[in-house]
């Protein structure tokens, strides 16, 4: 009997998750299970990132964060837990973890790890994954015939299928990783295991997918302390308290409103016009997936193709700011999600143990009349120490 579960987490530590199942059983009777992970200690370097498990650009999660994360609405996490899947304590980067226990011991385990946009291009995850099962890089181009498209939580995503053997033990092994973008969220759904196992199970693996449902914030919660800030951009919450948030004290500039930047923004400001035009403040621990990712991650929310290195170098324009020089980009484009031209002014402003991103975007013109104001907003910027 396949049973829905709802995930939320709330502060219980430094390491500590409040994970709420709901088992909606067969007989109609609602059983409401509460899962405690005990407080753990910190690991110099954990499994996951052991085996390459987390996308490229993440910092390591035994790193010192560069400021604590801060509590703040969490979204819920909804699924319908398939049949002879067991659900275990998440982890230090995960939401949610799942294990499959199969004949002669065999086994396949399920993480879902939600990472701030800045979180690697697919082709490097995919060819790191492939690298797990001993196979080798793909280019761009082979990546894109190799995906599968399915739906996850109602929205278009990439499936990637990889089978191999483990450089390792040589056992086979077999990974299942989907990809989708949300917002300024990259979610990363991945099975990993005996490949025989793996295979039987993938399409149990996709009705999951399929079933996996995003509500609105409805708890507060704290992500461990060396995870980076994930991005979110719906701006629909009331904003949290001034003293809740470790943020830069600026100008903002006239006709600027701030309100809740989400779940883990640093701040977001809207700027009033006909089409939805808005600032971003967000930052991540370390490189932050460094200025190339970053910049064309920028250009994928516009509808535009990577850029070669040789293309970065000349749309990247350093300016001088209070807190260090920073990387400035200008790029116009299509917003895919509206259809509408739109333009994205974006600042990257690497720092000694983090990395702070500014994006201003939204309506072609609006953009074109604040852009000087959002070049003098990221240079007034004073830093917390």
């Known amino acids: 009997m396949n049973s829905l579960y709802s995930l939320t987490t709330a502060p219980l530590g430094r390491w500590g998750f409040l994970a709420v199942a709901a088992l909606l059983c067969g007989c109609g009777r609602n059983d409401i299970q509460v899962y405690r992970v005990a407080k753990q200690s910190v690991p110099s370097l954990s499994a996951e990132a052991q085996s390459g ?16 994360a801060r509590a703040n609405d969490a979204p819920n996490l909804t699924w319908t837990l398939p049949a002879g899947w067991e659900q275990v304590p998440a982890g230090e980067m995960r939401v949610a973890s799942f294990r499959i226990k199969g004949e002669a011991g065999k086994q396949a385990d399920v993480g879902v790890f939600p990472l701030p946009g800045m979180a690697g291009r697919d082709i490097d995850n995919v060819n790191r994954w492939r690298g797990q099962v001993g196979l080798e890089p793909i280019s761009e181009e082979a990546m894109a015939k190799a995906a599968e498209q399915i739906e996850l939580a109602g929205q278009k995503a990439q499936l990637f299928d990889l089978a191999g053997q483990n450089p390792s033990s040589g056992d086979k092994t077999r990974i299942l990783a989907a990809i989708q973008r949300r917002d300024e969220i990259s979610w990363f759904f991945k099975m990993n295991g005996d490949e025989a196992l793996v295979a039987q199970q993938k399409p149990a693996f996709v009705q999951f997918l399929k079933s996996v449902q995003f509500s609105a914030p409805a708890a507060q919660a704290q992500l461990p302390a060396s995870h980076p800030p994930i991005n979110a951009g719906a701006g629909q919450q009331a904003a949290p308290p001034a003293d809740s948030v470790d943020k830069p004290k600026w100008q903002t500039p006239a006709g600027w409103t701030e309100v809740s930047g989400g779940q883990f923004l640093v701040a977001k400001f809207t700027i009033p016009a006909a089409t939805p035009t808005s600032v971003n403040v967000s930052m991540s621990g370390g490189e932050g997936g460094g200025v190339a990712g970053n910049v064309n991650r920028w250009r994928g929310q516009l509808g535009l193709p990577q850029a070669s290195e040789a293309e970065l170098g000349k749309l990247v324009t350093q300016v001088d700011t209070g807190g260090g ?6 790029m116009t484009g299509t917003d895919p999600r509206t259809g509408q031209k739109a333009r994205l002014v974006g600042a990257i402003l690497p720092q000694a143990n983090r990395t702070w991103f500014y994006k201003l975007m939204g309506n072609e013109q609006v953009v074109d009349q604040q852009k000087d104001a959002f070049v003098k907003f990221v240079q007034s910027a004073q830093y917390p120490q």
Do not use: E, Q, R, Y
């Open 53 to 68: 498990g987390l996308p490229a650009g993440h910092p390591d999660i035994g790193s010192t964060p560069a400021s604590p």
């Open 325 to 330: 020089k920073a990387m400035f980009v200008d």
